[in-house]
């Protein structure tokens, strides 16, 4: 699976910005989706999951009512819609894809990454 994403960039605090991630190289429509992401000097984190047909979505505590993941099958996308975002969600955002249909909140869920896209937060 190849996985593409884009739409990082700098914000101030309290901005908000989209990111996507366009997927190829199998049946997009079969597999739940995520977004991870690594902070600097940090471990990589889960950000948001969603299930393949995308009834079920998890956001991580630290981004929930701010953060909403999205998909479009018809289009093998999914996307990151980040608001009121804080210094602390500065980090290389990554598309990650999961190896059945079912999304959860655990890391280890999403074993294929795409390479990064970065979003730095100002103060």
């Known amino acids: 699976v190849q996985l593409q994403a884009s739409g990082g960039g700098l914000v101030q605090a309290g901005g908000s910005l989209s990111l996507s991630c366009a997927s190829s190289?199998?049946?997009?429509?079969?597999?739940?989706m995520g977004w991870l992401r690594q902070a600097p000097g940090k471990e990589r984190e889960f950000v948001a999951g969603?299930?393949?047909?995308?009834?079920?979505?998890y956001h991580a505590d630290s981004v929930k009512d701010r953060f909403t993941i999205s998909r479009d099958n018809a289009k093998n996308m999914v996307y990151l819609r980040m608001n009121m975002l804080k210094p602390e969600d500065t980090a290389v955002y990554y598309c990650?894809?999961?190896?059945?249909?079912?999304?959860?909140?655990?890391?280890?869920?999403?074993?294929?990454w795409g390479q990064g896209t970065q979003v730095t937060v100002s103060s």
């Open positions: 990650a894809a999961a190896r059945g249909p079912m999304a959860t909140r655990r890391l280890d869920t999403y074993p294929y």
């Open positions: 969603i299930s393949a047909g995308g009834v079920s979505a």
């Open positions: 190289g199998r049946t997009f429509s079969n597999y739940a």
